[in-house]
């Protein structure tokens, strides 16, 4: 596989984070008929701009007993110097752990949220760390629920599950703050739809009540950018600067199933506002890769 190759990598579902000085993607690795990835991969960057692809971090069928398909939608989260991959595999929600953000992971050997348990599919697990170190697990597709999770990461207190339906909610519900001020963030229409996009709502806390302020990201079709979502948000260490990493149609020939990641600057209002972003980055890629020459789906 050549270098220009390896750069039109597909990957989605950008979960993006930074642990032990360096940035760390968790995507869903694209590319196949109906989203068919059996394992997940890490990307990291010293920079957001060139990334290196650090190989599979989990293989659903071997490192995970209980699912062998449907590898989608991951997000990560550290405690206490040890690192927990969260992971959607066949409609459930599995949780692993590291001593490294590259792995090896371990499965923990069940579901953290099984298929069924709730209302909506168990699909699209992302995790909010609180400025007083409380974590809460987000999760769903047409509902999304919040809950608190352990102190050792790898269950969620039933007891604190709150749940909220949208109009527009289709799935990957995102939590951050800023201030005093909470924001939630989630996807709407189909990721195949051209009009998949980013709407937000605040409030006062992790479970909300949320108050719909609008849409933060959509197409560009004067730019040939459609499907702009599933997205993650981070602020960059030691400023009040943040980004924003999510998915689009890969750029000119893509579609619902041959996505790229971008990553833009995220802003806010002088009263605290979440600012429309205005898609126009280039792709993400790759300047190093473990890909082997037949592409691990």
Do not use: C, K
């Not at 909610?169 to 996807?187: I, K, M, Q, V």
């Not at 950018?225 to 990493?245: C, K």
Request: charged share 25%.
């Amino acid at each position: 596989m050549s270098a220009e190759q390896r750069g039109r990598r597909f990957f989605a579902d950008p979960s993006l984070s930074h642990f032990e000085g360096r940035f760390f993607l968790y995507p869903t690795t694209d590319g196949s008929p109906e989203w068919a990835a059996s394992s997940f991969r890490v990307l990291s960057s010293t920079d957001l701009a060139q990334w290196d692809d650090d190989g599979v971090i989990l293989r659903l069928g071997e490192d995970v007993a209980w699912a062998d398909r449907f590898a989608w939608a991951p997000s990560a989260a550290e405690r206490d110097g040890r690192f927990f991959f969260y992971f959607t595999a066949d409609d459930n929600i599995g949780v692993a752990s590291a001593p490294s953000p590259r792995g090896p992971f371990v499965d923990s050997g069940r579901p953290l949220v099984a298929r069924g348990a709730y209302p909506g599919r168990a699909i699209d697990p992302s995790v909010f760390v609180d400025d007083d170190g409380t974590a809460y697990l987000v999760w769903g597709n047409t509902v999304a629920h919040v809950a608190r999770l352990s102190d050792d990461m790898l269950a969620i207190d039933p007891e604190t599950v709150s749940s909220w339906e949208h109009p527009t909610f289709r799935e990957a519900a995102h939590l951050h703050r800023r201030g005093d001020r909470y924001f939630l963030t989630w996807s709407e229409n189909d990721t195949r739809d051209p009009s998949y996009r980013v709407r937000w709502a605040d409030g006062p806390g992790p479970h909300g009540p949320w108050e719909d302020r609008g849409v933060l990201l959509e197409q560009r079709p004067d730019a040939g950018i459609y499907a702009t979502g599933h997205h993650s948000i981070l602020r960059l260490p030691g400023t009040d600067e943040w980004v924003i990493a999510y998915h689009r149609f890969a750029v000119p020939d893509g579609d619902g199933y041959r996505r790229e990641i971008v990553i833009d600057p995220l802003r806010y209002s002088a009263v605290g506002d979440l600012v429309p972003v205005e898609p126009g980055s280039h792709a993400i890629r790759l300047t190093s890769s473990l890909v082997p020459e037949t592409l691990d789906t």
